[in-house]
């Protein structure tokens, strides 16, 4: 067996999660180590015990890793272990990171996670959560930015929904094996996101059905592999509480839309919002906090005085480029940079804001910019 078979073998394994496989690799050195150790060496180890040491010597009668590959190879999933280059950076920070990451979609979108955020929420969404949910989505996808939920009823389909609907990438992460996505009704919703360049994800192996724990562990992975969670509504008992927790933490940011006073939806944001969760009403709110999120790297300095031109930024859009070219050239004045950029204004408005969130530039009093480069 060679190291990945390993660790797909650990992640397969029943009772064995990310602490105990770190545990007994801590012990014994390796994964192979410990899946090819004697049962009285493993009821030695603390967390393992006579209940699991059994199941991790005799690991055949529980698993078959080859057929496990084999499927995913099939269904055209593709299978990445924390040890592999394309693990999400963000990820592998969490105390307990997934031992497995098992993809269907873009690896691009799983890896650009440098700006990206998560938008959770009530099940039993309202009107009013979901049209805020797909404002933040839509506005996030035109800022650059990754949107990660959990495919869920209400707010999460809302989310998903609203990022294809503006061009963006999204991440569904859900609480069971890829080949039994839950809940039913979203697969199309889920080959769309594929169809669209985005992902879904999930730590559990191909067959694995939802229970009641899956979730917890799936929204870890929201929250750990994103900059910061937007929570939209939630009940004081949902499970987007937990995923504000976990990003917490995590280290995370957390940021929460206000609701009505009477709502029960809406009492879950209100005790994030007492506790110190940034106050959302658009996705400006988040932006203003960007910069403070885990992770980030600092705004650039302000320039002296020089001869030399700034250098030109990389990685940015052709319209991106232009617009940034015409605030080198000294245009300032937001409407005047619509009106010579020859593009549509919402399309240059959502330019900007990519712009700003990018840290490249910064918005004055007076629909004024600043360039920050």
């Not at 099939?74 to 920070?93: C, F, H, M, N, W």
Request: aromatic letters at 6%; a neutral charge.
């Amino acid at each position: 067996m060679n190291h990945r078979e390993a660790l797909i073998t650990l992640n397969m394994l029943p009772g064995i999660g990310p602490g105990r496989k770190q545990a007994l690799v801590a012990y014994f050195g390796s994964p192979e180590a410990a899946l090819a150790a004697s049962t009285d060496e493993l009821c030695r180890l603390p967390g393992i015990g006579i209940k699991l040491a059994p199941i991790v010597h005799d690991w055949q009668r529980y698993c078959d890793p080859v057929a496990e590959q084999r499927m995913a190879y099939q269904a055209g999933v593709r299978i990445i272990t924390e040890e592999d280059s394309e693990y999400p950076p963000l990820l592998k920070e969490i105390h307990d990171p997934p031992i497995c990451l098992y993809l269907r979609g873009s690896l691009q979108s799983l890896q650009q996670s440098e700006i990206s955020v998560g938008v959770v929420g009530s099940r039993g969404a309202t009107s009013y959560g979901i049209r805020m949910a797909s404002n933040l989505a839509r506005d996030a996808s035109y800022a650059g930015a990754v949107v990660v939920s959990g495919l869920a009823r209400g707010i999460d389909s809302a989310a998903h929904a609203a990022t294809l609907n503006a061009g963006g990438k999204t991440i569904a992460v859900i609480g069971s094996g890829l080949y039994n996505i839950y809940p039913p009704e979203n697969i199309g919703l889920a080959n769309a996101i594929v169809n669209a360049s985005g992902a879904v994800v999930s730590e559990f192996p191909m067959m694995f059905r939802a229970d009641r724990h899956t979730f917890p562990m799936r929204n870890r992975i929201i929250s750990g592999m994103t900059r910061g969670v937007i929570v939209v509504e939630a009940g004081i008992k949902s499970g987007s509480l937990i995923t504000a927790a976990q990003a917490l933490e995590q280290n995370r940011t957390v940021f929460a839309v206000p609701g009505q006073a009477d709502s029960a939806f809406s009492k879950g944001c209100h005790a994030l919002l007492r506790d110190g969760a940034v106050l959302t009403e658009s996705f400006a709110d988040v932006i203003n906090e960007f910069t403070g999120l885990p992770g980030m790297k600092p705004p650039p300095k302000e320039r002296q005085s020089t001869p030399l031109a700034p250098p030109t930024p990389t990685g940015l859009s052709d319209l991106e480029q232009k617009l940034w070219n015409l605030i080198q050239a000294g245009h300032t004045d937001i409407d005047e940079i619509i009106d010579n950029a020859d593009e549509e204004p919402t399309c240059v408005s959502a330019a900007l804001l990519t712009l700003e969130l990018k840290r490249l530039i910064k918005q004055l009093p007076g629909r004024k910019l600043k360039s920050l480069a």
